[in-house]
């Protein structure tokens, strides 16, 4: 079966574990998917650019890198992987009235 190509920046990584798969995130994958679940949940609309390279500048500096086994993450809803995301992190936003988020 064909298979798309990923780009490897943007796709999770899963790496072996005495017993499970674990899901390693860097900081840009961390960023896109927290972009992706606040849309997701309807919560914005989109994210602040300028807010997103702050926390990316942020999460790069402090070298943060999101893992969590693969049972686990596939067994969360989309908003419980939104709030792991944020609190493993120490990520937070607010939403601006036109629905833009913007992450602190």
């Not at 809803?77 to 833009?100: A, E, F, I, K, N």
């Amino acid at each position: 079966m064909n298979r798309p190509k990923t780009r490897p920046e943007t796709s999770p990584r899963t790496t072996p574990d005495a017993s499970d798969e674990t899901i390693t995130l860097s900081p840009r994958e961390i960023l896109a998917g927290i972009t992706f679940h606040l849309a997701d949940e309807g919560i914005a609309a989109g994210v602040d650019v300028d807010s997103q390279q702050r926390a990316l500048r942020r999460l790069e500096k402090s070298k943060t890198r999101f893992e969590i086994a693969q049972r686990l993450w596939l067994a969360f809803s989309h908003r419980q992987r939104l709030d792991r995301l944020l609190s493993r992190t120490g990520t937070t936003y607010r939403v601006r009235p036109d629905r833009v988020a913007v992450l602190a």
